[in-house]
């Protein structure tokens, strides 16, 4: 099996019940997201972009309590429902440890929660995960390098390239002419002083 490319799919909120449950805050639709069917789940200590923006780097978020575990840790996700936005979850620990109390599941807090790459669902050929467009190369009009996608960003009405050098293009069919994941590439009809 290759390295895993863990990537953040949500952040836990806090515990659910008594049983050491947690709440989870899916970055997607709770219905729709990845962790509902990944296994193998990586807990990671948040990071919260800089107030620079990106890429001027990253803290960590404020921690509210020890942690019960060491981070970063791979657990295996028992059962998953989706509860409203959120999503309740057990988890079985992979070194033998006992199943968390509600305390330790509140004192989780904040972690995000990553799931391997190879376990998202696959993609309709119109289809992209935001996680494959970052570090893409955009090529605007005449071929003009306009630089490197940092960041998707969903705005509602419709979704937003950010890239390396703060520009912003729209992520629609009327400005994005291909996509090639396998490239690295994106063609867009955009000129490089159009910000």
Same mark, same amino acid.
């Given at each position: 099996? +290759?390295d895993?490319?863990w ?5 836990? $909120? ?10 989870? !805050? ?11 069917? /990944? ?5 990671? !200590?948040?990071?919260e972009?800089?107030?620079d923006?990106?890429?001027? &780097?990253?803290v960590? #978020?404020p921690?509210? #309590?020890a942690?019960?575990?060491?981070? =970063? ?7 998953? $429902?989706v509860?409203?936005? #959120?999503?309740?979850a !057990? ?5 033998g ?9 509140l ?7 990553q799931? @391997?790459?190879? @376990?998202? =669902? =696959?993609?309709? %050929?119109? !289809?992209f995960?935001? #996680? ?7 090529? &605007?009009q ?8 940092? /960041?998707?960003?969903?705005? &509602? ?6 890239? %390396? @050098?703060?520009m ?5 069919? +009327?400005i994005?002419?291909?996509? %090639?994941?396998? /490239?690295r590439?994106i063609? /867009? ?7």
């Amino acid at each position: 099996m +290759a390295d895993p490319h863990w990537i953040g799919v949500g952040r836990i $909120r806090g515990s659910h019940g008594v049983q050491g449950a947690l709440k989870i !805050e899916p970055y997607a639709a709770a219905s729709e997201s990845v962790l509902r069917h /990944a296994r193998r789940w990586r807990l990671v !200590e948040a990071v919260e972009p800089s107030p620079d923006g990106p890429p001027a &780097g990253q803290v960590p #978020a404020p921690r509210r #309590a020890a942690r019960p575990l060491a981070l =970063p840790q791979v657990v295996r996700r028992s059962r998953c $429902r989706v509860q409203g936005d #959120a999503l309740v979850a !057990e988890l079985v620990l992979l070194d033998g440890q006992p199943p968390l109390t509600r305390e330790q599941a509140l004192a989780l807090k904040g972690v995000e929660i990553q799931v @391997d790459r190879a @376990d998202f =669902p =696959p993609t309709q %050929d119109d !289809e992209f995960y935001h #996680a494959d467009l970052i570090g893409c190369e955009v090529i &605007g009009q005449q071929g003009a390098r306009l630089g490197t996608v940092v /960041a998707v960003d969903d705005h &509602g009405a419709q979704q937003v390239l950010r890239l %390396d @050098d703060g520009m912003l293009i729209p992520f629609v069919e +009327a400005i994005v002419q291909s996509v %090639d994941i396998a /490239a690295r590439r994106i063609q /867009a009809d955009w000129a490089a002083d159009w910000r």
